[in-house]
């Protein structure tokens, strides 16, 4: 990794529970700290802030946070850090609640202002609302803003949409969206839902019981057939595609990807507008020749790098180079059988269908 944010080695020792995790991460985007209930990913996220004791090292953009008996305390620590529950000043309105963490900055060390964080989370038309009359979504959009207001150089998000009904977590995922293209901090962000991972993740850390199971660039561990990911029946690739073409006859948009385009339902997003799209390993099928006649829009060339058994024992997993990217195929074993297919071979991925993120 050329440009390192964290690079830790982490130990907590609970009564019934040991975080033993190492692990470096990237010093923009966001970094998604993903795993089952109960993995260690909160606790990973409070040792890097240093809410909570933890062994070993830890360094941030080469600065030393902890070092054997060496400690920054938190708040000396340049972060942000937002919880799952947003715990604002109820008596003040939410301008007072944005002011508050902004005041103690200094102007030097400033590098987001008010009238910038209220834009970027939308907060104009509530900054003279009481904290105590606000949704939770909009609970958790000051929250945000008032994190970003100190001007922290390393955001740090727990599971901030978990205790939010699915309108609310619909309304705030776009802000997230947001501080991604607009905010040059990078941002460690906890959850475990595979909706988030694939609309915010840039960077991906696998936990398990404790440990980093796997850490790497979103789309190389969903189409990493060694890792639970792959296994799932929604096993996806998350390529990224800058949108070229508008067809409002026939009511489709055109995508450049790796390797070249593609074909979706028509998105209202501008031209040029870069964007994520979703290819489930399901509805990618695999032909030796390019498709001739074929009601199938989308073919691209790609190069098989493996074929991995599957969980269905009639099917297989193949990862496809596509050039800089990946995706998934899950075909049958008699079709690969028949294809002859082996690492190596060129062959048409055909997709039956794609979806833009959002
Ligand atoms: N303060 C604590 N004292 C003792 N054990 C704790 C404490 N906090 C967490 N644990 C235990 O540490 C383990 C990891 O918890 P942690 O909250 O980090 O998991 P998580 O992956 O964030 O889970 P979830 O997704 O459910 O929030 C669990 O077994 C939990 O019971």
């Known amino acids: 990794m050329s440009d390192v944010g964290i690079d830790a080695h982490l130990q907590v020792q ?35 802030a240093g809410l909570d004791r933890a062994q070993g090292q830890l360094s941030f953009c080469g600065e030393r946070w902890l070092d054997g008996t060496y400690c920054l305390p938190t708040h000396r620590r340049p972060l942000g850090y937002v919880f799952q529950e947003a715990s ?79 309108d609310s977590k619909a309304e705030i995922l776009p802000y997230l969206e947001r501080l991604h293209t607009e905010l040059s901090i990078p941002v460690v962000y906890v959850t475990h839902s595979p909706d988030e991972v694939t609309r915010l ?23 990493d ?18 949108l070229a073409e508008h067809d409002a006859h026939y009511h489709l948009s055109t995508l450049n990807v790796p390797g070249g385009t593609l074909t979706v339902a028509l998105s209202g997003l501008p031209l040029g507008t870069r964007t994520r799209l979703r290819i489930l390993a399901r509805d990618v099928s695999l032909a030796l020749a390019p498709p001739h006649r074929s009601s199938i829009l989308n073919s691209l060339p790609a190069r098989i790098q493996d074929l991995t058994p599957d969980r269905d024992p009639g099917r297989l997993l193949v990862r496809l180079d596509l050039g800089s990217t990946s995706i998934l195929a899950r075909i049958t074993r008699r079709s690969a059988d028949q294809l002859e297919l082996r690492p190596g071979l060129d062959v048409y991925a055909q997709i039956k269908s794609a979806a833009l993120v959002r």
Do not use: W
């Open 201 to 223: 993740a840039d960077h991906l850390v696998l936990l398990d019981a404790g440990q980093v199971r796997a850490c790497g660039s979103l789309n190389e561990l969903l189409t």
């Open 225 to 242: 057939p060694g890792l639970p990911l792959a296994q799932l029946d929604e096993a996806a690739a998350v390529i990224t595609a800058t």
């Open 88 to 166: 604002l000043f109820d008596h003040l309105d939410v301008r007072d609640n944005l002011t508050f963490g902004y005041r103690r900055v200094t102007r030097a060390e400033r590098h987001i202002d008010l009238d910038e964080a209220t834009a970027l989370l939308g907060l104009e038309p509530l900054l003279a609302r009481r904290a105590n009359q606000l949704s939770g979504g909009q609970r958790q959009r000051v929250a945000i803003a008032r994190a970003l207001l100190t001007s922290p150089r390393l955001l740090l998000m727990d599971e901030p949409l978990a205790s939010l009904d699915l």
């Open 14 to 48: 609970r009564d019934d529970f040991r975080l033993d995790a190492r692990l470096q991460l990237p010093s923009t985007g966001i970094s998604v700290l993903f795993g089952r209930s109960g993995c260690g990913k909160t606790t990973l996220l409070r040792a890097i």
